[in-house]
């Protein structure tokens, strides 16, 4: 799970653009642009995750479909902008060219670029800008980026406009994650919400060419607007049920591109071919752990403090995580020292801590009662019964979630492992039926973004629907006020007073618990393709992440 919040100022001019002849496109009956790969063409094979059996489906604003998953959506569908989630501010103009707010921050004029054409062939414009907001403001499922917006209109093809009820500097970075869909197409469409899109076409570098539930391709796009790229002609994605035996593959050199958990990387991959094979795991955020405070006893904060401090974390993130984590130091949830500028100074010196005493101090304080098994029961008399949840294909979370039950239960808590399927997962922490699970926030922008994702109610919904964000659904009115207050101003003092008062609400009311500062996971061989994002060169984060991986991916090159 990855979610990335943030709005900086803009920086004009860096789209990356080649000059080259383009290649004329033929039309399918589908209305997809056809795309064959010629002999001698370049090609990369990539895993974004262990996802399973793939199903065809590639809605843009689906979270939970194999394209999503494996970080190909926005090589086929593009946003409006890029953001370098690994350098604050560094934002690239997409299918938008440059952007201002107006109106005290309750307007934002996009100029639109021309000239760009969907696959099939027909004009972009910002009409399709217009048409796929609106959708979002009819469909608020399909509202996955969590923007908040009253209007959006298309007064020329080359401006859309969207309008505000109030200060939405802040919303910049949502605003730029939504992928753009063809008017002439998805106007038609029945049930956006609903819709597998089986057939994609998009602005974007490539091309849906063929799909099974072991492997699709997608195949560069002649009409492509970036003219010159892609310069690798397909990009292959195959099917792996698991971490293992995606490891296997990448052990072996099977794969090009992977972002994957994978133990002891050094020996088990990089060491079998140091001039080909690399790792690089920049800082790119933090993981919590969520319970659900939509349902009982998880509602009580006594019991969401006592579950962080059972948690030994520099136990998990060393033995779980192989060092590709390591222990989130402060319950404000900040990620430190990246954002020590933030951090309130009467918290500068407060530590989470594993103390298994403390457990039983507080749950005994608060009429808890040992039972006969050496297990709490609730003061009502029921059971104090935890099911930690977690998606069984990532092998990490796994162990994870058996080192966090075994601490649990050392401490008194009758905790267990939960593991589902990934697509089950995804459900269940999107409607809300869980106790407890792993919620990661990635950014590096900041952390107002970060607590949004987090802690911002209106992106919650009622235990049993979906929700886009807050899925440890925290109704509070007080921390969205503290959001409303950073998000409608540009006064640093102002929003510094609203991050600290997140922060005493995260140190007080524990509504997510911090696990672990997170890396990107990045893997890569320069064995086909050359161009990958690297610490010299880190003009994007090297995990196949949507929407990112298009930067990456248009850097690409055939190796020599």
């Given at each position: ?10 920086l004009?001019?860096?789209a ?11 039309a399918s009956?589908?209305g ?9 063409s370049?090609?990369i094979?990539l ?9 065809r489906?590639y809605?843009?604003f ?10 190909t959506?926005?090589m ?8 370098n989630?690994?350098r ?8 938008a ?17 021309k ?9 972009f414009?910002a ?5 796929t ?12 980026t969590?923007v908040?917006?009253?209007?959006v209109?298309a ?5 859309a ?26 106007s ?87 001039a080909?094979?690399h ?22 904060v006594?019991?969401?403090q006592?579950l962080?401090?059972a ?9 779980g ?19 020590a ?6 918290f500068?010196?407060l ?9 039983k ?21 029921k ?14 979370f796994?162990t ?27 459900n269940?922490y999107?409607?809300?039926?869980y ?7 990635w ?17 919650s ?17 007080a ?19 609203a991050m ?5 609400t ?25 161009g ?7 003009y ?21």
């Amino acid at each position: 799970m990855h979610w990335n919040r943030r709005a900086r100022p803009v920086l004009v001019g860096l789209a990356i653009v080649v000059s080259s002849a383009s290649v004329a496109a033929s039309a399918s009956k589908s209305g997809a642009a056809t795309a064959t790969k010629q002999a001698g063409s370049s090609s990369i094979t990539l895993v974004g995750e262990p996802f399973g059996p793939f199903v065809r489906n590639y809605n843009p604003f689906s979270t939970s479909n194999a394209a999503y998953g494996e970080g190909t959506t926005s090589m086929v569908y593009e946003p409006l902008m890029q953001y370098n989630i690994l350098r604050a501010g560094q934002i690239y103009p997409w299918l938008a060219t440059s952007w201002a707010w107006s109106n005290g921050g309750k307007t934002l004029t996009l100029q639109i670029r021309k000239g760009v054409q969907w696959s099939d062939g027909k004009p972009f414009s910002a009409a399709d800008v217009a048409f796929t907001f609106q959708l979002l403001k009819k469909y608020p499922a399909l509202n996955v980026t969590g923007v908040d917006f009253a209007s959006v209109s298309a007064p020329s093809p080359s401006t859309a406009v969207l309008t505000f009820s109030k200060a939405a500097y802040a919303q910049l970075f949502v605003v730029s994650q939504v992928l753009i869909v063809p008017q002439h197409l998805w106007s038609s469409v029945a049930n956006p919400v609903t819709y597998a899109d089986p057939d994609p076409v998009g602005t974007g570098p490539y091309l849906l060419q063929s799909y099974s539930a072991q492997q699709y391709t997608l195949a560069k796009n002649p009409n492509y607007w970036q003219k010159g790229l892609p310069k690798i002609d397909t990009v292959q994605v195959v099917d792996y049920v698991s971490n293992t035996s995606a490891d296997l593959a990448l052990e072996q050199g099977k794969l090009d591109w992977a972002s994957l958990y994978i133990p002891h990387y050094q020996q088990l991959f990089v060491a079998k071919d140091p001039a080909h094979y690399h790792v690089w795991l920049p800082p790119t955020g933090n993981f919590f752990l969520c319970a659900n405070t939509g349902r009982a006893p998880f509602d009580s904060v006594t019991v969401r403090q006592a579950l962080s401090k059972a948690i030994d974390r520099d136990t998990v993130a060393r033995d779980g995580e192989g060092g590709f984590y390591s222990s989130a130091t402060s319950p404000t949830g900040l990620v430190l020292p990246n954002w020590a500028k933030y951090l309130d100074s009467k918290f500068a010196s407060l530590k989470t801590s594993y103390d298994k005493a403390g457990v039983k101090t507080l749950l005994l304080k608060a009429g808890f009662k040992v039972g006969s098994n050496g297990m709490f029961v609730q003061p009502n008399g029921k059971p104090f019964k935890v099911a930690v949840e977690a998606p069984t294909p990532y092998t990490d979370f796994m162990t994870d979630t058996q080192l966090i039950v075994n601490e649990m239960r050392a401490a008194g808590i009758d905790a267990s492992v939960k593991g589902v399927s990934l697509s089950a997962w995804t459900n269940d922490y999107t409607v809300g039926t869980y106790d407890v699970t792993f919620c990661g926030q990635w950014t590096t922008s900041g952390p107002y973004d970060l607590f949004a994702s987090l802690l911002d109610s209106k992106r919650s919904a009622p235990v049993g629907k979906s929700a886009v964000g807050d899925f440890e659904r925290w109704m509070d009115k007080a921390t969205d006020a503290s959001l409303a207050a950073y998000a409608g101003t540009n006064d640093a003092a102002v929003q510094l007073k609203a991050m600290h008062d997140i922060e005493a609400t995260m140190v007080k009311d524990v509504p997510v618990i911090p696990l672990f500062y997170a890396n990107a996971f990045g893997e890569y061989t320069t064995t086909h393709a050359v161009g990958w994002p690297t610490a010299s060169n880190p003009y994007e984060t090297p995990s196949a992440s949507v929407p990112w991986d298009e930067v990456v991916v248009l850097h690409l090159r055939p190796a020599p």
